[in-house]
Structures are given as structure tokens and as C-alpha cells.
T-cell receptor, first 111, second 116 residues
Framework: QKEVEQDPGPLSVPEGAIVSLNCTYS??????FMWYRQYSRKGPELLMY????GNKEDGRFTAQVDKSSKYISLFIRDSQPSDSATYLC???????????FGAGTQVVVTP | DTGVSQDPRHKITKRGQNVTFRCDPI?????LYWYRQTLGQGPEFLTY????????KSRLLSDRFSAERPKGSFSTLEIQRTEQGDSAMYLC??????????????FGPGTRLTVT
């Protein structure tokens, strides 16, 4: 079993809808949680960074971390076709080390 | 700030050949990471440097792989005697370990390797 599980999708939503993404993990030592967006054949782009449990909002993006359930979420409001990409969750146990990624969820926003 | 750059962007090589990739991190970033990503998977950690010191290597980094960061700036990743299983996207990331503790990793565009 992988340390970080993420549904690969694809997840198809109409333009303007809310996109809901999530990851589960097994290692309770993870403390730092990130979401990256990756367009086809490009490098991952950091979207959200969260330390420990709680919510964080940045524009149309909201990240939630529930450490008691080992579950993290990303919500994208008012989705646009340009949001079509693969979304990767990532996490690590300390502030400087390697990231452990999920497999990524492919999102398609249709006009 | 020009971001993390990687060269080449694409490399096609024949099995058994050696290849070398280069990564230039964001200036003033003291940590540099290498990851490998295969189709449909998330990036997998290979190794990382703080300045010129290589601090951790994954078990994925077989003895055919070697990475260097000689002056604490750019880094190279060499694969000797390439195998078809080495075909992947090789990603480099950099971060700055300041007092904030955030240490976000910023990725380059990657080098796509195809071994024929």
C-alpha cells in the first residue's frame, strides 16, 4: 500500500462548478502538506502549502487538512477550462526533506 | 528570478549509453532535489543536496545513477548504461531553508528521457 493515496480520475466538471480533490495518507508523521498543479509535459507548480491541520484559502483555492483522519482536500471554486490539469498532493514529515506525492488526479473542466 | 531551469528538455538515447542532465536552481536556493516521474504517477524522490553536500539518496538511486552539486549552485544527474526502465521525466526542484521553516520546493520543467 502506498503512503499517499489519490484517485487518478479523470474528474470531469462543467465550467463554473466546484472541483473537489482529496488524498489520504498512512504516515502520521506527515506535518507539511502541499498541492501542486501539473500541465501535460510540464513541471509541477506549487498551489497551496499548509502546515499541520486546518484550512487555508488563496483566491479560488481552499486547502483543508484533517490530521486526525489523515485526509487532505483541495477545493477549486468557479472552475475554468484553464484549470484542466493534473493535481498532485504532496507531503513531508519535516520542513526540509523529500516530498511524498500522490499519483495525481486529472481534472477536465468543460466549457 | 528566472525559476528552476533544466537542460536538455528532451533526450533520446540508446540502451547502454550514458546521459547527463543539468539543473540550475533559483538563485540563493541552497537546497536542490531530484525526482523521477513516470506516466500516470507522481514524482518519486531520488536525492537532495544542501549546498554541495548530498544529504539523502533514495534506494531508487542505483549505482548507475550519480548526482553532484560541486559548487553548491547547479547540479548534474548522470545515468550510466541506460536501460529502458530509465525512461521517465527527471524533475529538479529547489528551495531556500530560511528561518520561516516553510521551505517550499519549486520545480523546473523537467528533462524527458526516452531510452530506445
Amino acid at each position: 500500500q502506498k503512503e499517499v493515496e489519490q484517485d487518478p480520475g479523470p474528474l470531469s466538471v462543467p465550467e463554473g462548478a466546484i472541483v473537489s480533490l482529496n488524498c489520504t495518507y498512512s504516515n502520521s508523521a506527515f506535518q507539511y502538506f502541499m498541492w501542486y498543479r501539473q500541465y501535460s509535459r510540464k513541471g509541477p507548480e506549487l498551489l497551496m502549502y499548509t502546515y499541520s491541520s486546518g484550512n487555508k484559502e488563496d483566491g479560488r483555492f481552499t486547502a483543508q487538512v484533517d490530521k486526525s483522519s489523515k485526509y487532505i482536500s483541495l477545493f477549486i471554486r468557479d472552475s475554468q477550462p484553464s484549470d484542466s490539469a493534473t493535481y498532485l498532493c504532496a507531503m513531508r514529515t519535516d520542513s526540509w526533506g523529500k516530498l511524498q506525492f500522490g499519483a495525481g488526479t486529472q481534472v477536465v473542466v468543460t466549457p | 528570478d528566472t525559476g528552476v531551469s533544466q537542460d536538455p528538455r528532451h533526450k533520446i538515447t540508446k540502451r547502454g549509453q550514458n546521459v547527463t542532465f543539468r539543473c540550475d536552481p533559483i538563485s540563493e536556493h541552497n537546497r536542490l532535489y531530484w525526482y523521477r516521474q513516470t506516466l500516470g504517477q507522481g514524482p518519486e524522490f531520488l536525492t537532495y543536496f544542501q549546498n554541495e553536500a548530498q544529504l539523502e539518496k533514495s534506494r531508487l538511486l542505483s549505482d548507475r545513477f550519480s548526482a553532484e552539486r560541486p559548487k553548491g549552485s547547479f547540479s548534474t544527474l548522470e545515468i550510466q548504461r541506460t536501460e529502458q526502465g530509465d525512461s521517465a521525466m527527471y524533475l529538479c526542484a529547489s528551495s531556500f531553508s530560511g528561518t520561516s521553516g516553510r521551505n517550499e520546493q519549486y520545480f523546473g520543467p523537467g528533462t524527458r528521457l526516452t531510452v530506445t
